[in-house]
């Protein structure tokens, strides 16, 4: 299923799970998804969001990429509102900056929007420039922290 989107030239941006560290779901953990951890206003990683390093040439780090993901008011049922936790929580976020990157630049292809080899040091360079090009200030989303260290 995954490997029939990119083929269609489509993102999956996917959580990657809340069961803490040295762990990961499927299929937030994927190779070719774009994996999404949490974090919080001080950018730090919480202990309950899953990580994983992957002995793979590709995205060896699950997640990619880190958003907020701590104490997000998000809809429930009954045109309520509650506050939340989770890389569920985070990757709206992603996949939200990734829709704003190629309504600016609609011939960007999902590996410029996700990065064909993404690295736990830095974004992808194609995604800097989508981001600049269309002036999203995206620094607080990235790089994910080390995998093993939590909030340090």
């Known amino acids: 299923m995954i490997d029939s989107l990119r083929a ?15 762990t990961s779901r499927s299929p ?13 206003v001080h950018n730090k990683v919480p202990d309950f969001s899953s990580s994983q390093r992957f002995n793979r040439p590709i995205n ?3 997640p990619a ?4 993901g701590v104490a997000v008011t998000s809809c429930v049922p009954g045109n309520r509102y509650e506050t939340m936790d989770g890389t569920s929580m985070a990757t709206p976020h992603i996949a939200g900056l990734a829709a704003l990157l190629l309504q ?3 011939d960007a292809t999902a590996n410029q929007l996700g990065g064909h ?6 974004p992808s360079a194609s995604m800097t420039a989508l ?4 002036g999203a200030s995206c620094g607080k989303l990235w790089p994910m922290p080390p995998v093993i260290s939590r909030n340090s």
């Open 8 to 22: 269609a030239n489509v993102l999956p941006v996917i959580a990657c799970g809340n069961e803490g560290p040295q």
């Open 28 to 40: 937030g953990n994927y190779a070719n998804v774009l994996s999404i951890g949490a974090m919080d």
């Open 60 to 62: 060896p780090l699950c």
């Open 65 to 68: 990429l880190a958003a907020p």
């Open 104 to 106: 600016a630049r609609p």
């Open 117 to 122: 080899r993404m690295s736990a040091q830095a």
């Open 131 to 134: 981001a600049k090009a269309c």
